[in-house]
C-alpha cells in the first residue's frame, strides 16, 4: 500500500485539534517532502525520522518519493510531536506495519537519531482535551509524557520507549507466522496515579508574630480574594506569600487536571508535583507577553500556570507598568485571551495575586527602627507606579510592619497551616454550598442576592463608602470581603462587624485609596 493515514494531535491553546498525517508513497525522483503549515522544528522531523529508521534496522524507501501531508493544511503545527506518526506513517506506507491495525490510535512523540522517543510538550491537555471531546481513542506516547496523558480518568496511554516498540505492536498479519506480536519490555500499558491525599507545603508557624497579616492570608484563602502586603525590608511579605498555597483547599481532580494541563503546556509539569497548588513567582523584570502569554503559536503565560493557584509579585512598584496593567481583566474575568492576526486562543487564569511593596524607594517609610531618607515627592512617585485602576482590583491591603529583635526571638510558634486550612476549608465550602462559587467571584446582582446585609451594616457602609470616596469596585470588593469574613465566623447574615473589619484592609496600604 502507498498511501497511509496516521492520527496525531496538535496543540492551540488548551485545544489539541485532530492532525492526520497522510503518508504517500510514489516512483519518481526520490526526495522527502513535507507540507501543511509545518513549522521549522517539524520540517527537521524528515532528518530525525530518516535517521531513526535506519538506525532501527527497519528499510527506509530511499527510492521512492515521499509525500507527507499534515492535515488540515491551515493548522499551525509545532514542536517535534510529529516524529513519531510520520515514522509510522512511512512504515505503514512501505508495507513493514499494518496500515488497517492503526486505526483506533493516536500517535505523538519525538524522534532521537537512534530512534528512541523523547517526551512532548502538552501531552496532558491533549489527554485532557480528547476526555472533555468524549473521543475514544488509545494515545501512544514517550515515557514520560504517558505518565502525565494517563492522569486523565478512563484514558487508554500507552507507553513505548523506541520506535520498534511501536512497529512490534502493528506487525502485518503473517509477519509473526500466526503468533502473538512479540511483546518488548519498552511498551506499556500507562494507569493513572490518584490525587495526592497529603500534599506537603511550608509551615505558617514559621513566620513568628504578624498577626494582622495571618488574619489577611485567611480571609484571602477562604474567599479567593487578591492580597497586597507592605512593609519595610526584612519585616516576613515574602515568608507569608510563599506559605500562602498551603491554606487554600486540597485540590479536586478537575482543578488538578487543569492546572496541571497548563503546566505541561509550558513544559513544567512534574509527576512530584501532582495535586499541588501552583505559586509562581516571576521576576519583577518579567515583560507583559511573560505574564498573561503570548507568542507564535499562543503559550500559557504566569497567570494562566498559576491557575487554582497564587502568582506571588514581589516588589510589585518594580514591575513594568505595561505588565501590570495588563492583569487587570484576568483578575476579574478569570481568563485571558491572546489575540494574533492568525489565532485567537483563550486561557484560564483563576489566580490568586499576592502582591508584595516596600512603602517607600528605601523601604523604611513609617518604620520604628529604623528612619526615613525619602522625600515625599519620591515616595509619591514610588507609589503612582502602581495605578488606582490596578490597586482598586486588590481587595485586602495590610501593612507588615517589622518586629523588633525581642519580640522576634522570644516568640513561640505560631498557628500551623493545618489549623487555619482547616477553617479556610469549611469557609469556602459554606459559600461553595450558598452561591456555587467563591465569595471573590460574585458579580453583580449575585452579590446582592447572597451578601444578606443587615440594616445597620447598610446605614454603616452608605457613610463609609461616601467619606471614604470608595469606587463602586471598591464598594463591591469590601461587601465580599466582609461575606467571607462572615463566613469564617459561621454567620448567616453580613453584621456591621464583618463590615469594620473588611473596610480596615480596604483603607490600609497606600494613602490615597
Given amino acids: 500500500m502507498s498511501l497511509s493515514l496516521v492520527q496525531s494531535r ?73 516524529d513519531l506518526p510520520i515514522a509510522i506513517g512511512i512504515l505503514a506506507a512501505s508495507g513493514q506495519i499494518d496500515a488497517n491495525r492503526l486505526s483506533g490510535h493516536e500517535f505523538a512523540g519525538e524522534l532521537s537519531l537512534s530512534g528512541e522517543l523523547r517526551p512532548v510538550r502538552g501531552a496532558l491537555a491533549m489527554s485532557l482535551a480528547l476526555h472533555s471531546a468524549k473521543v475514544a481513542t488509545s494515545i501512544v506516547l514517550p515515557p514520560g509524557s504517558a505518565q502525565e496523558a494517563a492522569l486523565v480518568p478512563g484514558a487508554r496511554v500507552y507507553s513505548a520507549q523506541h520506535l520498534l516498540d511501536v512497529v512490534a505492536n502493528f506487525l502485518p498479519q503473517g509477519a509473526t507466522d500466526g503468533a502473538a506480536p512479540p511483546l518488548r519490555p519498552g511498551w506499556s500499558q500507562v494507569v493513572g496515579a490518584a490525587v495526592a491525599a497529603n500534599v506537603l507545603y511550608e509551615d505558617l508557624a514559621d513566620v513568628k508574630g504578624q498577626s494582622a497579616a495571618k488574619r489577611a492570608l485567611e480571609i484571602a484563602a477562604a474567599g479567593g480574594h487578591s492580597l497586597l502586603l507592605s512593609g519595610p525590608p526584612g519585616s516576613g511579605k515574602s515568608m507569608l506569600a510563599q506559605r500562602f498555597a498551603g491554606l487554600l483547599p486540597p485540590m479536586e481532580v478537575g482543578e488538578a487536571l487543569q492546572s496541571a494541563a497548563l503546566a505541561s503546556l509550558g513544559g513544567r509539569f512534574s509527576l512530584e508535583r501532582w ?139 505560631g498557628e500551623s497551616t493545618a489549623s487555619i486550612r482547616a477553617r479556610c476549608t469549611l469557609a469556602r465550602a459554606l459559600a461553595i454550598t450558598r452561591q456555587g462559587k467563591t465569595n471573590a467571584a460574585l458579580q453583580g446582582k449575585e452579590i446582592d442576592q447572597h451578601l444578606q446585609l443587615d440594616a445597620a451594616a ?56
Avoid at 527602627?369 to 515627592?377: E, F, Q, Y
Wanted: proline content about 8%; hydrophobic content about 40%.
Fill in 10 to 82: 496538535a496543540l492551540l491553546g488548551m485545544d489539541a485539534p485532530a492532525v492526520t498525517v497522510e503518508v504517500h508513497l510514489a516512483n519518481g525522483l526520490p526526495s522527502f517532502t513535507l507540507v501543511g503549515l509545518a513549522e521549522v522544528e517539524v520540517k527537521e522531523a524528515r532528518e530525525r525520522v530518516r535517521s531513526a529508521i535506519q538506525n532501527a534496522g527497519l528499510e527506509f524507501p530511499h527510492n521512492k518519493r515521499i509525500t507527507v501531508n499534515l492535515a488540515p493544511a491551515e493548522l499551525p503545527k509545532d514542536s517535534g510531536r510529529f
Fill in 275 to 413: 495535586a499541588e497548588r501552583p505559586t509562581c513567582s516571576p521576576h519583577h523584570s518579567a515583560s507583559a507577553v511573560a505574564l498573561v502569554g503570548g507568542g507564535s503559536p499562543p503559550r500559557p503565560g504566569e497567570i494562566s500556570l498559576a491557575h487554582h493557584g497564587v502568582l506571588f509579585l514581589d516588589e510589585l512598584p518594580e514591575f513594568p507598568r505595561a505588565a501590570l496593567e495588563a492583569l487587570r481583566e484576568p483578575l476579574e474575568t478569570g481568563t485571558i485571551t491572546i489575540s494574533r492576526a492568525a489565532r485567537r486562543c483563550e486561557f484560564p487564569a483563576r489566580f490568586q495575586l499576592i502582591g508584595a511593596m516596600n512603602p517607600c524607594p528605601c523601604g523604611y517609610l513609617g518604620a520604628s527602627h529604623k528612619a526615613c531618607r525619602c522625600s515625599p515627592d519620591q515616595v509619591a512617585r514610588y507609589q503612582s507606579r502602581l495605578s488606582g485602576p490596578f490597586m482598586d482590583r486588590i481587595d485586602l491591603h495590610v501593612d507588615v510592619p517589622a518586629l523588633p529583635a525581642t519580640e522576634l526571638l522570644q516568640a513561640g510558634p
Fill in 458 to 513: 447598610v446605614k454603616f457602609l452608605n457613610v463609609a463608602a461616601t467619606r471614604l470616596g470608595w469606587s463602586a469596585r471598591g464598594t463591591h470588593r469590601v461587601l465580599k470581603v466582609a461575606r467571607t469574613i462572615a463566613d469564617l465566623a459561621g454567620a448567616a447574615a453580613t453584621q456591621v462587624i464583618h463590615l469594620a473589619e473588611a473596610m480596615q484592609y480596604r483603607r490600609s496600604g497606600r494613602t490615597d485609596l
